[in-house]
């Protein structure tokens, strides 16, 4: 039993690794919709979509010249 828990943890971790740069862990794609002017830098040169992802943040390469690691917008809370 262990050898398979073992075998199964491998395969997730694996799969981890292959998801594409425009998955977002943790975040909604509304997060990540963030304008090129407004984004803030959340990570540093040669950063790859695994890294900066794991510090919370979003990867879009599809613009030079502006952050491809930034930090997420906010969502707002509801409060009655």
Do not use: H
Not at 10 to 39: H, I, M, W
Not at 41 to 59: I, K, L
Not at 64 to 71: A, D, G, I, L, T
């Amino acid at each position: 039993m262990e050898a398979r828990a073992l075998w199964l943890l491998a395969v997730v971790l694996a799969l981890g690794f292959t998801s594409s740069s425009g998955e977002y862990v943790g975040l909604s794609e509304n997060q990540c919709n963030v304008p090129a002017k407004d984004r803030v830098d959340c990570g540093f040169p040669q950063v790859t979509p695994e890294q900066c992802n794991s510090r919370g943040c979003c990867f879009d390469s599809s613009i030079p010249e502006v952050p491809w690691c930034f930090k997420p917008l906010q969502e707002s809370e509801c409060t009655f």
